[in-house]
């Protein structure tokens, strides 16, 4: 039972001096992002372009909402050949539209190719800046406090988000 407890022993000791001689930072990266002016105008470009490319779907809406609407108003004149054939021209170009959303607003499209386009050099700009303070300063670990890392506590002593705006701005 000796063995066990200084064995245990001798292991959580070993644990405290490895953790201890450790050097931990946080940084909020996306108070850095936005503390940057290309990032800055980055967002407003790719916000102006995504409510140019809403407004266009919500014109295009517009306009099956009044094929609908004229649709409704006619079908009781039309045969039933004719009302098939309208309903499909409805729900075809709904499907243009669905498509069109899609390739502007999907997972793939062409809003999240151009936010990679404008942003990913300077988030690379940033990374970099950080891996260069984390070597020049000694630090083994910076965590991002602003992101979904899960952090919920830190000392405020540890918060280097100032340096790494000071950083970044040069």
């Known amino acids: 039972m000796n063995k066990i407890t200084f064995l245990f022993l001798m292991l959580t000791l070993g644990t405290i001096t490895s953790v201890s001689a450790q050097r931990i930072a946080i940084v909020d990266i996306t108070r850095v992002l936005q503390e940057m002016p290309d990032y800055q105008a980055a967002q407003v470009e790719l916000d102006k372009i995504a409510a140019e490319w809403r407004q266009q779907i919500a014109l295009e809406y517009d306009q099956i909402k009044a094929m609908y609407n004229k ?8 045969s039933e050949d004719q009302r098939k054939k309208k309903e499909e021209e409805i729900m075809e170009r709904e499907k243009q539209v669905r498509d069109l959303q ?8 062409a809003l ?8 990913q050099p300077i988030q690379e700009r940033v990374y970099g800046a950080i891996a260069t303070y984390a070597d020049d300063r000694g ?3 910076i965590f991002d406090k602003g992101g979904s890392s ?3 506590f830190s000392n405020q002593e540890y918060d280097k988000t100032d340096d790494i705006i000071r950083v970044v701005s040069q």
């Not at 999240?112 to 942003?119: E, P, S, T």
């Open 112 to 119: 999240f190719r151009k936010r990679q386009d404008l942003v």
């Open 102 to 109: 899609k390739d502007k607003f999907g997972p793939e499209g």
């Open 139 to 141: 630090f083994d670990f």
């Open 71 to 78: 649709y409704q108003a006619e079908q009781v004149l039309l």
């Open 150 to 152: 899960g952090l919920i």
